[in-house]
């Protein structure tokens, strides 16, 4: 399963995804869809898990910038 942790703690849980692994020496890939908002900025946290057992967390750093103002069209 792979969920998503805001910055302020909050936890998402993503969908669970049926995987096989083949043998201890060989790992899997993931592409799947999500649809994950990010509405602040900080860090988010990708949390993978299988069987309930954290497996790994990976970050993602969300910084809004300023669009810069457009002119406009005569």
Known sequence: RIGLE??????????????????????VNLIA?????????GVYWFTVTCGGTLLTRIPLRVIYSPMPPQSASV
């Open 6 to 27: 805001s910055p302020d703690g909050l936890v998402e849980p993503g969908p669970a995804i049926p995987v096989v692994f083949e043998s201890e020496d060989r790992g």
């Open 33 to 41: 869809p999500s649809r994950f908002t990010f509405e602040k900025e």
